[in-house]
């Protein structure tokens, strides 16, 4: 049917080694992180990848499993440890929960797999999570400008790396095309499976636009 | 942990694909960046700080007032 796509099963998810598992809140107040870190991550010419984009059907566990398994680098943010407003008052489990999968896929089966902790806050992770201790917490104190600062403090390249500059204009394209993108998609969040893809597609066409044009000569294939 | 990568950009057909969607909805998708480029110029104006995203109306004759 035309208009009607679906991102297959969770056996056709191609492997990808370009591929970031994105492990983010979905919330509203998360939207300019969200944007943020798709713009970021797409600057590097990784490709973000979400639980967001796969269509229900399947156990949800063995979607994110799945998404885990296909992508070569992983990208946890654990700044929302505060309790949810909604009753009942909850913390969110779900992004340490999901970093811990992460780990363990690392630890235990692909040695390669490698992952990222992001937090708004200096130290807190270290006590939120103690287990990681001895792990580099990257911290983008909560806006978008630290979540461009810090993935170039943990993707060191060898020849080219986007600037801030570069990825703040990718952003704010991105934050542009938001509206209308949501409105394309008949959809009043953008944490929807149709806007989550619209978004690395449109983060894709931009940063080949804004950095490509200027980094491909010392990039290297 | 800091990892060196060395990664090309990947096609827009290729993310169309890892996404599991069509080459056509990636082409409406790069049809309406193209469309906001050309109505933001070379896409090296913006600035939200300075309160202004589009060049203004007022032709400038270089002079400061």
């Not at chain 1, 270290?126 to 287990?131: Q, T, Y």
């Not at chain 1, 792990?135 to 461009?148: E, L, Q």
């Not at chain 2, 069509?22 to 070379?42: T, W």
Request: aromatic share 8%; hydrophobic share 35%.
């Amino acid at each position: 049917m035309r208009g009607r796509e679906t991102a297959g099963t969770i056996k056709d998810l191609p492997r990808a080694k370009e591929s970031l598992f994105l492990n983010i809140p979905y919330d509203s107040s998360f939207t300019n992180l969200y944007l943020a870190y798709i713009a970021g991550v797409s600057s590097f010419g990784l490709m973000p990848r979400a639980t967001l984009e796969i269509p229900g059907g399947e156990r949800r566990l063995d979607r994110i499993l799945a998404l885990i398994r296909s992508c070569a680098y992983s990208l946890h943010d654990l700044s929302r440890v505060e309790l949810d407003r909604r009753p009942p008052t909850t913390p969110r489990f779900n992004m340490p929960f999901e970093l811990g999968l992460a780990v363990s896929w690392q630890k235990l089966k692909r040695p390669n797999h490698t992952w990222f902790v992001f937090e708004a806050m200096p130290r807190r992770a270290e006590k939120s999570l103690s287990d990681i201790s001895g792990t580099d917490v990257y911290i983008h104190n909560g806006n978008a400008r630290g979540v461009f600062t810090q993935p170039c403090n943990a993707f060191v390249r060898l020849k080219s790396q986007p600037t801030t500059r570069e990825m703040e204009q990718a952003y704010e394209r991105l934050t542009e095309l938001l509206p209308e993108l949501k409105e394309r998609a008949g959809a009043s969040s953008p944490f929807e499976a149709r806007g989550f893809q619209d978004l690395v597609l449109a983060a894709r066409d931009i940063t080949r636009r804004e950095i490509a044009p200027q980094s491909s000569p010392s990039r290297q294939p | 942990m800091a990892v060196v990568i060395e990664t090309p950009f990947p096609s827009m057909r290729k993310v169309a694909k890892t996404l599991g969607v069509s080459a056509e909805r990636g082409k409406e998708i790069e049809r309406l960046v193209e469309k906001q480029y050309k109505a933001h110029g070379d896409g090296r104006v913006l600035n939200r700080r300075s309160g202004s995203k589009r060049e203004s109306a007022r032709p400038r004759n270089g002079r400061h007032h």
